[in-house]
């Protein structure tokens, strides 16, 4: 993916500010952060978006899932956090390499999803 912005950290073409790195992930902070933790965690492997997963990414993804409270609670996360995936047009999606961000910090985050 010659392209894409997450694939050219990922070869260190573009500089990032990483916390985690193995063979199939990485984990840098945002650029743009919205609260005092603020990374993103990636496939290595080219994925655009969650709506693209397939069943031979299982294992690849709980692997992500099981490391992101590990890095989040690293990064001083220890009463909580937030983890979003936007997805596609309507999920507001801007970077299309598949990522988990992951948000915390010491005040509680505003609330997204209201209840009518
Ligand atoms: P999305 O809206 O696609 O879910 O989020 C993309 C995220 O990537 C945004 O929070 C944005 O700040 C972050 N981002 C975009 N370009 C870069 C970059 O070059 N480096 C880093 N570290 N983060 C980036
Ligand atoms: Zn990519």
């Not at 650029?31 to 693209?52: C, T």
């Not at 801007?94 to 997204?112: A, S």
Request: charged share 25%.
């Amino acid at each position: 993916m010659d392209n894409c912005i997450f694939c050219k950290i990922i070869r260190k073409e573009i500089p990032s500010n990483k916390i985690y790195e193995d063979d199939e992930i990485l984990a840098f902070n945002d650029i743009n952060p919205a609260a005092p933790v603020h990374f993103l965690l990636i496939p290595k492997l080219h994925i655009d978006s969650l709506a693209e997963i397939q069943d031979n990414h299982q294992k690849l993804l709980g692997k992500m899932l099981l490391l992101a409270p590990k890095l989040a609670k690293e990064q001083g996360c220890d009463d909580g956090f937030r983890t979003i995936i936007n997805t596609g047009r309507i999920g507001g999606q801007e970077v299309f390499h598949l990522h988990f961000h992951i948000i915390g910090g010491r005040e509680r985050l505003p609330v997204m999803i209201h209840h009518g």
